[in-house]
């Protein structure tokens, strides 16, 4: 069973910074697309960016310039830089991985971590 654990989330102002981080259990081989996704109240779940294993990403247009996604292969951990935040980031933050190979051969598909929240202040 593979398990993401997310950490980083919190309270802060507007124009400050957050750094989300994610980590994948033990006896990984390989993690395909690692990503961020965040949910509003009242909104539906949606894309913040994505990180191939070969380190191309891409944003959602709201968070260009702003955030920054990035990935450990060897620690099969992913992370969100968020600068600048604004009060519209408010969310619950999700980590996701598209595909995994464990060192079993076994691939698990459309992992996603429990969430951790962000709650930027005005």
């Known amino acids: 069973q593979v398990q993401l654990v997310e950490s980083g989330g919190g309270l802060v102002q507007a124009g400050g910074s957050l750094r989300l981080s994610c980590a994948a259990s033990a006896n990984i081989f390989s993690i395909d697309v690692m990503g961020w996704y965040r949910q509003a109240p009242g909104k539906q779940r949606e894309l913040v960016a994505t990180i191939t294993r070969g380190d191309s990403t891409n944003y959602a247009e709201s968070v260009k310039g702003r955030f920054t996604i990035s990935r450990d292969n060897g620690k099969n951990t992913v992370y969100l830089q968020m600068n600048s935040l604004k009060p519209e980031d408010t969310a619950v933050y999700y980590c996701?991985?598209?595909?995994?190979?464990?060192?079993?051969?076994?691939?698990?598909?459309?992992?996603w971590g429990q969430g951790t929240q962000v709650t930027v202040s005005s």
């Open positions: 996701n991985v598209d595909s995994v190979l464990d060192y079993n051969g076994r691939n698990h598909r459309d992992i």
